[in-house]
């Protein structure tokens, strides 16, 4: 009896047909999958040897970079203002000591230039940051800074040193003032990212500010700026490191210049324009703080006596004005920098203290301070 089996033969025949198929798919997906590996692996090999994280020393590009940014935007228009109002930065670096470890003057160009104040040659940690920087030079040596910075005040000088007085003499403070500015950042991050730039932010406050007192004639009379004396009394020449106001003596600011002008005036009843002449003075102080008493003061050249005696600070808050009510009374007098004030005389040329403009407002008053 013969057994039974399977037709091998024919089943065989087709699977090696069919063998050869997936053989030949398979040789083809492999050279494929293969060329695909390759690249992988060059491709991983190319990144881990131009990677920074695996090859920073000496690696053009892979470098950290340390930059300190500028922003000046602590004005009224609550626009950057940096690059167009200062020129010199002065910046002290501290350790957590409180310890001086870096200090740097540079002019706002080179700033720029380099997106920001270069510290590539400050070694990478936290610091506490201190800034005095000024504007268009108005007048030399408007300041002096305390503190021993460079090589000497290494490792010595104390962040506490480092303060500012305004230049005087004789308690007078007889020019305009170059634009003063101070920033401050506590715990500065600057440690290293290799191929990256690391930048901190130091904001600043202008600490100077620029007054134009207007005398104007109630009757259109010409009036001769030499017949008046115009100063602003304050203690508020000398600043602490942290731009707070230290104890100072009372600074008297004279006006730097006095010269005639012209203003248009509005006839009553016809609504024609006239120009009538006005007397001028511009003013320059330091930084107004409240809860100082400020005086702006105005005397009679020829006898002496006083005509306007106004508490400048609480005045110029009367115009902080509705939109403004949120800022805190400090951050107004912090942003503001220009206050113009126009006062009216009467024919004995003493101040009518019932109304005064300031920057456009008119004030009426009630009462006056004399």
């Not at 030949?24 to 690249?39: A, E, G, I, P």
């Not at 590009?61 to 002065?90: I, P, S, W």
């Not at 509005?266 to 107004?288: D, F, N």
């Not at 005389?345 to 109304?355: C, H």
Request: charged content about 25%; hydrophobic content about 40%.
């Amino acid at each position: 009896m013969c057994a039974w089996s399977a037709p091998k033969w024919h089943f065989t025949h087709k699977f090696k047909f069919l063998n050869k198929d997936i053989k030949m798919k398979m040789l083809s997906s492999v050279n494929q999958y293969n060329k695909l590996l390759l690249n992988v692996v060059l491709l991983l090999l190319s990144l881990a040897f131009t990677s920074c994280n695996y090859w920073h020393d000496d690696q053009q590009g892979c470098e950290a970079h340390l930059r300190l940014q500028l922003v000046y935007d602590m004005n009224m228009k609550f626009a950057d203002a940096f690059a167009h109002e200062v020129k010199t930065v002065r910046l002290h670096a501290f350790n957590l000591a409180g310890k001086l470890v870096y200090s740097k003057i540079e002019p706002v160009d080179r700033i720029l230039a380099d997106g920001g104040m270069n510290l590539d040659d400050l070694t990478p940690g936290t610091y506490d940051l201190q800034v005095w920087a000024e504007g268009d030079l108005r007048h030399e040596e408007s300041y002096i800074y305390k503190g021993v910075d460079g090589e000497e005040g290494i490792g010595k000088s104390d962040i506490r040193d480092f303060k500012t007085l305004v230049n005087r003499e004789d308690k007078k403070v007889n020019h305009d003032l170059t634009p003063l500015f101070h920033g401050m950042v506590k715990n500065a991050d600057l440690t290293a990212v290799y191929g990256q730039i690391k930048t901190v932010t130091a904001r600043l406050t202008k600490d100077t500010n620029h007054f134009k007192v207007v005398l104007q004639h109630l009757s259109g009379n010409n009036l001769n700026p030499d017949d008046f004396d115009f100063v602003i009394t304050d203690s508020n020449g000398y600043l602490d490191y942290d731009n707070s106001l230290l104890a100072d003596d009372e600074l008297i600011y004279p006006a730097w210049s006095k010269y005639a002008g012209k203003a248009g005036v509005t006839s009553s009843g016809a609504g024609e324009q006239t120009s009538v002449s006005v007397a001028v003075a511009e003013l320059s102080t330091s930084r107004l703080v409240k809860g100082h008493d400020m005086r702006l003061r105005v005397y009679n050249h020829s006898t002496g006596k006083s005509i306007i005696n106004i508490p400048l600070i609480d005045y110029a808050l009367l115009v902080k004005g509705n939109y403004n009510k949120a800022m805190s009374d400090q951050e107004y007098l912090d942003r503001q920098d220009t206050y113009d004030l126009v006062f009216f005389l009467d024919d004995e040329k003493k101040w009518l203290a019932t109304s005064i403009y300031i920057n456009s407002w008119r004030v009426v008053l009630s009462h006056a301070d004399m």
